[in-house]
T-cell receptor
Framework: DTAVSQTPKYLVTQMGNDKSIKCEQN?????MYWYKQDSKKFLKIMFS???????INETVPNRFSPKSPDKAHLNLHINSLELGDSAVYFC????????????FGPGTRLTVL | AQSVAQPEDQVNVAEGNPLTVKCTYS??????LFWYVQYPNRGLQFLLK??????LVKGSYGFEAEFNKSQTSFHLKKPSALVSDSALYFC????????????FGDGTTLTVKP
C-alpha cells in the first residue's frame, strides 16, 4: 500500500488554466505539507496543515489554494497557471512532534506551456 | 530564522571509498536534524535523524551522520560508497519554535563511480 499518494503524476497544461493536484496519506498522520521543487532541484515548503487547519503558509501567490477536506487529504488548487509554476510538487505527511520524519509522495510534475 | 547550508553542489567518490556530504545549520533552540535522499524521478526518502543523545546517528543503507553542536554541523557519512548510493541528498532542520516548519538545504548530488 502506498503511504502517500498523489494524482496526477504528470500534468501538462496551458497558461491561464486552473488545475488541481490531489494528495492522500494512509498513515494516520495529523500533519500534511506541500512542497515545490524547481528545475534546480531546490525544495521549498509551501503549506502545512495540521488536523485540517493551516499552520504554515509561506510566501506563495494566492493563486495557490490548499484544501484539506479531512486529515488524510490535502489538495492543491492552482488558478491562472503561469510558466513559472512549472515544477515538481511534492506532498508529505508526518506525525505530530518536532522530531517526526516526513513521508513524501512520488511527486506531480507540472508543466505549463 | 532557521537555515541549512550544503556547501557542495556535487560530491564525487569512487566505489568503495568513504563519502561525506556536508551540512551546517542555524536554528533557535534545540535542532532537530534530518537527512533525506532523492533518487531520480522519486520522492524524498528518510535516511536518519538527530534529536538528542548520541552525536553519531546511524540510519538506512549504512549511512550515519555526526552531530557537532559547536560547529553546528550534521555531516552525512558512509564508510564504503556504492554506485547505488548515487542520488540527491538533502539535509533539513526543524526548530521547536517555528510551528514545526522544516527548512531544507539546496541538496548535494552524490555520484559514486565504479
Amino acid at each position: 500500500d502506498t503511504a502517500v499518494s498523489q494524482t496526477p503524476k504528470y500534468l501538462v497544461t496551458q497558461m491561464g488554466n486552473d488545475k488541481s493536484i490531489k494528495c492522500e496519506q494512509n498513515l494516520g498522520h495529523d500533519t500534511m505539507y506541500w512542497y515545490k521543487q524547481d528545475s534546480k532541484k531546490f525544495l521549498k515548503i509551501m503549506f502545512s496543515y495540521n488536523n485540517k487547519e493551516l499552520i504554515i503558509n509561506e510566501t506563495v501567490p494566492n493563486r495557490f489554494s490548499p484544501k484539506s477536506p479531512d486529515k488524510a487529504h490535502l489538495n492543491l488548487h492552482i488558478n491562472s497557471l503561469e510558466l513559472g509554476d512549472s515544477a515538481v510538487y511534492f506532498c508529505a505527511s508526518s506525525q505530530d512532534g518536532w522530531d517526526s520524519r516526513q513521508f513524501f509522495g512520488p511527486g506531480t510534475r507540472l508543466t505549463v506551456l | 530564522a532557521q537555515s541549512v547550508a550544503q556547501p557542495e553542489d556535487q560530491v564525487n567518490v569512487a566505489e568503495g571509498n568513504p563519502l561525506t556530504v556536508k551540512c551546517t545549520y542555524s536554528v533557535s533552540g534545540n535542532p532537530y536534524l534530518f537527512w533525506y535522499v532523492q533518487y531520480p524521478n522519486r520522492g524524498l526518502q528518510f535516511l536518519l535523524k538527530y534529536i538528542t543523545g548520541d552525536n553519531l546517528v546511524k540510519g538506512s543503507y549504512g549511512f550515519e551522520a555526526e552531530f557537532n553542536k559547536s560547529q553546528t554541523s550534521f555531516h552525512l557519512k558512509k564508510p564504503s560508497a556504492l554506485v547505488s548510493d548515487s542520488a540527491l541528498y538533502f539535509c533539513a532542520v526543524r526548530g521547536n519554535t517555528n510551528a514545526g516548519k522544516s527548512t531544507f538545504g539546496d541538496g548535494t548530488t552524490l555520484t559514486v563511480k565504479p
